[in-house]
């Protein structure tokens, strides 16, 4: 009745390809699944570039299908009670249905999987230069964490998209995040939510961010973020 798809690379290829054989439809990057007060499974997904939350049901067609981005949740404990038939389907492939891998070749811009840091420093728009980033980088080595960003700072080519959090970038569950110029829209807060600790730094105190973070800070990172540099500097020291 439901097949869900990780709104992975592979994932986002597959999805739409059985779609159309199975005559269905597909929600694309759902960031909420569940039932309705009728038992009637729903999707949720961004639209209008984030200003509305869509929920989507299907009724008539079947299977009822997503893609969901990775950690989206945490998995549920093993159930050892759980009982069912496993149905082993073969399925042949000829040549004429395969496509041919030509050549593999490292990513060079993917020098860092964001979904594994436990440290995260990441900078929106709010930054008024590349230059600061050197900023952000500093704040990174001394709490041994690696540095991100929104999309209008990979955007604009300051770093490689590898970097980017959010809907069309990494979903990361570091345990502290600092958030430095970052508004908090739907897109980003998708990629970070469920961080341990989410620091914020603006200078807008009701950004949104503010609604996802643990600690608030209402600055300019220009003053706060040295501050914080040199006082954990003396302390390191
Ligand atoms: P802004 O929203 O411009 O926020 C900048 C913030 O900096 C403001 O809150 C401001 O108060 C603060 N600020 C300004 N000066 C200072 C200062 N001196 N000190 C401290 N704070 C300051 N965005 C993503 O990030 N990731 C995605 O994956 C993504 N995918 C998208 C997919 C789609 C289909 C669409 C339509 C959009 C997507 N976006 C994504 C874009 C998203 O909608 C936002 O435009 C973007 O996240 C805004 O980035 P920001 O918070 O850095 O910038």
Redesign the pocket.
Request: aromatic share 6%; charged share 10%; net charge positive.
């Given at each position: 009745s439901i097949v869900l798809y990780g709104a992975t690379p592979l994932g986002r290829d597959f999805a739409p390809r059985l779609m159309i054989p199975l005559n269905t439809g597909l929600t694309a990057d759902a960031i909420d699944l569940g039932y309705d007060e009728d038992g009637v499974f729903y999707q949720t997904t961004?639209a209008y570039?984030?200003k509305i939350l869509a929920r989507i049901v299907i009724l008539e067609k079947r299977p009822q299908m997503a893609t969901v981005h990775p950690k989206m949740w945490a998995p549920l404990d093993p159930n050892p009670e759980a009982k069912g038939e496993i149905v082993k389907e073969t399925v042949n492939v000829s040549a004429d249905d395969a496509y041919v891998v030509v050549s593999c070749l490292p990513d060079e811009n993917a020098e860092v999987n964001l979904a594994e840091c436990e440290t995260i420093v990441s900078?929106?728009?709010?930054?008024?230069s590349q230059d600061d980033l050197a900023l952000l980088e500093e704040l990174a080595g001394l709490v041994n964490g690696e540095i991100s960003?929104?999309?209008?700072?990979?955007d604009n080519g300051w770093l490689p998209h590898s970097r980017?959090?959010?809907?069309?970038?990494a979903t990361v569950t570091p345990k502290l995040m600092f958030n430095?110029?970052?508004?908090?829209?739907?897109?980003?807060v998708?990629?970070m939510q469920k961080a341990g600790c989410i620091v914020a730094?603006?200078?807008?105190p009701d950004?949104?961010?503010y609604d996802y973070a643990h600690y608030g800070v209402v600055?300019?990172?220009?003053k706060?973020i040295p501050a914080l540099i040199e006082e954990l500097k003396a302390r390191k020291a």
């Open positions: 961004p570039g984030g900078g929106g728009r709010g930054l008024k960003s929104s999309r209008p700072l990979v980017q959090i959010g809907q069309s970038g430095i110029g970052v508004s908090g829209s739907v897109q980003y998708l990629g730094v603006n200078t807008t950004a949104p961010i600055a300019d990172y220009r706060f």
